[in-house]
């Protein structure tokens, strides 16, 4: 059974950085893209970043590209997302999710995996 445990949410001022974790087992890690994505409520879940399965290429949504960054250390088996000048409207929950496959998928219902999430508040 894959698990997916993220960790690294908190509160965070306008322009301040948090740096998201999220450790995997259950399966190879190093086989399989990850991605992040997140839930601001009354919102519908949106993509943030994601990740090949050897780091070599990452993909962002727009409204983060240049701020954030996703990165995986194969050998901890974990994902990262560093999340820098944070603005109010990233207040969200934010996920992990693994697919089954080296690439990314495009949609987030081709994700097998999620975690349960971790809160990130960022206040003006």
């Known amino acids: 059974q894959v698990q997916l445990v993220e960790s690294g949410g908190g509160l965070a001022q306008a322009g301040g950085s948090l740096r998201l974790s999220c450790a995997a087992s259950?399966?190879?890690?190093?086989?399989?893209?990850m991605g992040w994505f997140r839930q601001a409520p009354g919102n519908k879940r949106e993509f943030v970043a994601a990740?090949?399965?050897?780091?070599?290429?990452?993909y962002y949504a727009d409204s983060v590209k240049g701020r954030f960054t996703i990165s995986r250390d194969n050998a901890k088996n974990t994902v990262y997302l560093q999340m820098n000048s944070l603005k109010p409207e990233d207040t969200a929950v934010y996920f992990c999710?693994?697919?089954?496959?080296?690439?990314?998928?495009?949609?987030?219902?081709?994700?097998?995996?999620w975690g349960q999430g971790t809160q990130v508040t960022v206040s003006s």
């Open positions: 999710a693994a697919p089954s496959r080296m690439f990314p998928p495009r949609g987030d219902d081709e994700y097998d995996y």
């Open positions: 259950g399966r190879t890690f190093s086989s399989y893209a």
């Open positions: 990740i090949t399965w050897n780091g070599r290429s990452t």
